[in-house]
């Protein structure tokens, strides 16, 4: 399964991929995003089955992101993985598409929570 | 909108600043919880090497969110969340892990109030102790892990410096 992981934080990605492990998502094919932007150009370049994004990032915030994969008419799976877990961004982030967002700070489990629904 | 000031009480019964540093340290460094919360004071040796990140809120609350520790402890901080010796850190990992943590906690914190529509990117700094460190906080939360300290610092911003507008 191809992934791509979209943090401003190289080193929030890394805990985000060792989180994955943990929580039993193993042999990923992971590729790292370093804000939205180059989420945008990574998911249109590599067709991945799931993204999960940081919300706020520079050059392109998450939601930004989302909204212009909808725009486009690209539906890949989207989950958000931010700090900030209120019920309004919670429902912003559900009306634009997203299917899940993991507040930070997660655990393994939160993570098995949300993308066990949506990943084979 | 109205602009809120907050009372320390009233902070208080709204943020868990311990509960969610306890939070927080088992997510990021995939340890137990294990911080302390029973220093009274942050103290080091003037010119000990200091390193600060800072997120800042703005809303119909507005003010800044604080971390604050010494070179040693933000490269032990990031040796654990990254799962390396801190000998093979470089500088820039050791500014994004703690900007991180300051980016979580600033994130929580606008959860948990409300009205805040604005969580700005994290500002990380490095200067000599003493430097900055003091003023009048909203809140203060001193953390030891193991030897070293972190502490969290909640800064209200002045009535008259305040942005009445989100851009």
Do not use: K
């Given at each position: 399964m191809r992934l791509v992981v979209a943090d401003d934080s190289r080193v929030m990605r890394q805990i985000v991929i060792r989180t994955l492990r943990q929580a039993g998502y193993e042999g990923f094919d992971i590729i790292e995003a370093s804000d939205g932007a180059d989420a945008l150009d990574k998911i249109e370049a590599e067709n991945p089955e799931l993204v999960l994004s940081d919300w706020n990032m520079p050059n392109m915030t998450g939601i930004e992101l989302l909204n212009t994969l909808r725009q486009t008419g690209n539906d890949v799976p989207f989950g958000f993985v931010t700090s900030e877990g209120s019920e309004e961004m919670r429902d912003t982030a559900a009306d634009a598409g997203a299917l899940f967002l993991i507040a930070k700070p997660f655990t393994p489990e939160s993570f098995r929570d949300a993308l066990d629904p949506h990943v084979a | 909108m109205s602009l809120m000031m907050m009372s320390r009480t009233e902070w208080q019964h709204r943020v868990d600043l311990e509960q969610l540093l306890d939070q927080i340290w088992e997510s990021l460094t995939d340890?137990?919880?294990?911080?302390?919360?029973?220093?009274?004071e942050f103290s080091v040796p003037d010119g000990t090497p200091l390193i600060s990140a800072a997120v800042h809120l703005r809303g119909d609350w507005e003010g800044t969110v604080r971390i604050l520790c010494t070179d040693a402890m933000a490269e032990r901080i990031a040796g654990h969340m990254l799962a390396q010796p801190t000998a093979a850190l470089i500088r820039d990992d050791v500014n994004d892990a703690l900007g991180e943590v300051a980016n979580i906690i600033g994130g929580n914190v606008k959860s948990l109030l409300?009205?805040?529509?604005k969580l700005s990117l994290p500002e990380v700094q490095r200067f000599p102790a003493p430097g900055d460190v003091q003023g009048d906080h909203l809140h203060t939360c001193i953390a030891r892990w193991r030897d070293l300290l972190i502490v969290v610092q909640v800064i209200e911003a002045p009535q008259h410096r305040r942005t009445a507008h989100i851009n």
């Open positions: - | 340890t137990p919880a294990v911080l302390d919360f029973s220093t009274p409300d009205g805040v529509e």
